[in-house]
């Protein structure tokens, strides 16, 4: 009986062993997709255009996490306007990986004052990426009623005790260029009083202009209100280039004429094709000098800044499209650098004065039968 009992008892325990209710395995986490985060970090669009021009967008996104991106839908509106929707696929693009493009529709905007919005609006056919914020970019563009030929304006900061001026000057920036780009620009060179002990024709109206534009090394060189200093020529033309080809939205010329006592008078006569507050430049220079020359290496240097008419400030303008206005300056050239009264030339520009950007730029005419003050 007892051995009965025992017996039973295994029995009960091997079989309560063997109804226990085996543990769940646990599964394997699905991989989940890494995140993708495209940004919009540039977009190239001018603030200034006219009137029946076709112009593309061109920008550039960047990739900021590991997820890669193989496609994406770039779209663009003007003001309240269609948008406009493209998609790029086939990409690659992994971390910190950029990509330019250009959208193939083109913008056509009316005369005016618009606003355009470019962003992003799909990343590999799933929507919005992880990160919204660095999708979207926000220009403001004014369309002029007419267009003329722009003519460039450069205007560089420069010294006859600088090293890299002389370089800059003499091979890359040089009158071999100036004469392969002839008709195309007007130049303006303010010397500046560093390094050392600077250049001896430095002049306080070329400070201002220094501090206006936040100019802290020399060389550098401006073109139409924007920083463009190339040590290579093929930069410097590709710039070039790509600024004479935006319109011009004044049409603009100017008269002067110098008296016995060395003052000077400068009358500018200006169409603009766009309305609002601008400022209006006008700068006596030398073509040639030597008489700063220091240690640099150069022993001429051209389109020297002598004189601002009436000063650096400008003349504060308010343009109304497509009706002409008249400016008219007198200054006294005593007690400036000029070497040779012959040799001067009167460049006269118009200028944003919040943007910097040039809308024109022309050389004056000596021409007395013009001056009529």
């Known amino acids: 009986m007892t051995r009965l009992l025992y017996l039973i008892g295994i029995f009960v325990i091997l079989t309560a ?10 599964e394997e986490p ?33 990739s900021y996490k590991d997820g890669v ?44 004052q618009h606003t355009l919005k470019v962003w992003i609006s799909d990343v590999n056919g799933q929507g919005e990426d992880s990160r919204t914020l660095n999708n979207k970019k926000t220009i403001s563009f004014t369309v002029a009623s007419h267009s003329v030929q722009r003519q460039v304006l450069y205007e560089e900061f420069t010294s ?5 001026c002389a370089n800059f000057n003499l091979n890359y920036f040089n009158t071999t260029f100036f004469d392969q780009n002839a008709g195309k620009f007007n130049l303006i060179k303010y010397q500046m009083s560093w390094p050392g ?28 209100g924007e920083e463009g200093t190339y040590f290579d020529t093929n930069e410097l033309q590709k710039d070039l280039n790509s600024h004479y080809e935006v319109p011009g939205v ?27 507050p601008y400022k209006v430049h006008i700068a006596v220079v030398e073509k040639t000098t030597t008489q ?16 601002m008419v009436p000063d650096a400030q400008g003349t504060a303008v308010d343009m109304t499209d497509g009706t002409q206005f008249v400016v008219k300056k007198t ?17 006269i520009f118009i200028q944003d004065e919040a943007s910097k950007f040039i809308l024109q730029s022309a050389a004056a005419v000596e021409d007395a039968s013009q001056i009529d003050f």
């Open 292 to 307: 700063n020359a220091r240690g640099n290496g150069e022993s001429e240097f051209h389109h020297v800044m002598m004189k």
């Open 17 to 26: 062993g063997s109804c226990k209710k085996p543990a769940p395995q646990q």
């Open 30 to 62: 699905e991989e989940q997709p890494a995140e993708v985060d495209l940004a919009l970090v540039k977009v190239e669009f001018p603030t200034l255009t006219a009137n029946g021009y076709q112009i593309n967008i061109r920008g550039t996104v960047q």
């Open 331 to 347: 200054a006294s050239l005593n007690n400036t650098h000029i070497e040779e009264y012959s040799d001067l030339e009167v460049v």
């Open 197 to 224: 002990s600077g250049d001896p024709y430095y002049t306080a109206e070329g400070g201002a202009r220094r501090q206006y534009y936040g100019v802290n090394a020399v060389p550098t060189l401006f073109i139409d």
């Open 160 to 164: 006859s005790t600088c090293g890299p």
């Open 69 to 112: 991106v193989t496609s994406m839908e770039i779209k663009w509106q003007v003001d309240d306007g269609a948008e406009h929707a493209h998609t790029f696929s086939g990409l690659n693009l992994n971390k910190l990986d950029a990509y330019e493009f250009v959208h193939p529709d083109a913008v056509v905007a009316e005369t005016g």
């Open 250 to 276: 004044v049409n603009l010329t100017g008269y002067y004429t110098i008296d016995n006592n060395n003052d000077i008078k400068v009358k500018v006569v200006a169409t603009p094709y766009i309305s609002g």
